[in-house]
């Protein structure tokens, strides 16, 4: 980490010189995850002589953030000392944003403070919560992406209504489920499938208990459905582009990547592709559409797809055949042009 560090109107000393060594040393340990190049400490602390005042102005640059603290006091030692620790604070902040931490820590650690006092078992330490946090860090984003798909199918086949579950509360849920259960986890499967598996579990059990308590529950401004059934699957799909932000769309990289769309016509076919894929991925059996999703957009073996669904090998290969001639054969009847 490159830093520079000015002293105005006042005469440092070996005590301070050692003391911002060691303080710029810890930060440069913190900032060990960003590109070295790209992060630059600079600093100036100032004397006031007429009021013995020591104030100090510290900025970090990062990658996509600046971080910048202040602070005054009457001792030289003490005012960088604190305004080391803001930095800290600030960049420990800043971390957890980018693992997306703000997404569930807080939730799923209150849960597990009252399990824990439920059941009056020890708590964790907070060395074994750094561990895991650690550990699956790394996958938080990817199962981020996968729950937030997995819940626009259930939407478009109405298992799910809008603001029934949200991929915040699924991946926190996870997370504390792998949390309470990471010793028994299955020594066979990678920490992303794992976790996969215990997302599909946990999204099936929900979207099983909202529809039960769905069916014991008569609305009284309850409207008769105005599009009959058979033409509700010829448009099942369209409703999501309605009910979803733009930053919640079922987009077609959501579904098969295609990068290249360089002239507007062809924007417009991609987008008349994108929406009938899908309607038609949703039309699928949940049993071939998860086995299509995990192969294809995972990137799951079929070994890995069997053990994360619980299926044997020989239905999963079955169940992949049967997703891709039934697209396939939806796509050619369609007319759209496929690109090669």
């Given at each position: 980490m490159r830093h520079d560090i000015t002293f105005k109107n006042f005469e440092t000393h070996d005590r301070l010189n050692t003391l911002i060594e060691r303080l710029i040393a810890g930060l440069e340990r913190q900032t060990s995850s960003f590109r070295q190049e790209a992060v630059f400490l600079h600093g100036i602390v100032e004397k006031n002589p007429t009021r013995e005042l020591y104030r100090i102005s510290l900025v970090l640059n990062l990658p996509g953030r600046t971080l910048v603290a202040q602070d005054e006091r009457h001792d030289a030692e003490a005012v960088i000392r604190e305004a080391f620790i803001?930095?800290?604070?600030q960049l420990k902040k800043y971390k957890e944003l980018l693992r997306n931490e703000h997404l569930w820590k807080r939730p799923a650690r209150r849960e597990a403070v009252r399990q824990e006092r439920k059941l009056g078992v020890a708590p964790a330490t907070e060395r074994q919560r750094l561990v895991f946090l650690d550990i699956i860090e790394?996958?938080?984003?990817?199962?981020?992406?996968?729950?937030?798909?997995?819940?626009?199918?259930y939407l478009a086949t109405g298992d799910l209504a809008p603001g029934d579950l949200s991929a915040e509360d699924v991946v926190d849920a996870v997370v504390l489920t792998a949390f309470r259960s990471w010793d028994d986890r299955p020594a066979r499967l990678e920490i992303d499938r794992w976790l996969l598996r215990l997302a599909i579990d946990h999204l099936a059990a929900e979207v099983k208990r909202i529809n039960e308590e769905r069916a014991v529950t008569v609305h009284v401004e309850e409207d008769v459905p105005e599009t009959p059934p058979e033409e509700?699957?010829?448009?099942?799909?369209?409703?999501?582009?309605?009910?979803?932000?733009?930053?919640?769309?079922?987009r077609l990289e959501d579904i098969v990547p295609d990068p290249y769309v360089p002239t507007p016509d062809q924007v417009l076919e991609s987008r008349d592709l994108q929406r009938y894929i899908n309607q038609t991925l949703a039309q699928l059996p949940r049993a071939w559409r998860m086995s299509?999703?995990?192969?294809?957009?995972?990137g799951l073996s079929?070994?890995?797809?069997?053990?994360?669904?619980g299926q044997r090998v020989v239905e999963v290969r079955r169940n992949l055949r049967y997703a891709r001639e039934f697209l396939r054969e939806k796509l050619m009847e369609s007319g759209l042009k496929i690109a090669a």
């Open positions: 803001e930095l800290e604070r790394p996958h938080l984003e990817k199962l981020y992406n996968f729950v937030r798909r997995e819940i626009a199918a509700e699957v010829v448009t099942l799909g369209d409703e999501i582009f309605d009910f979803y932000q733009p930053d919640e769309d079922l299509f999703v995990l192969y294809h957009l995972e079929i070994p890995e797809i069997a053990e994360v669904t």
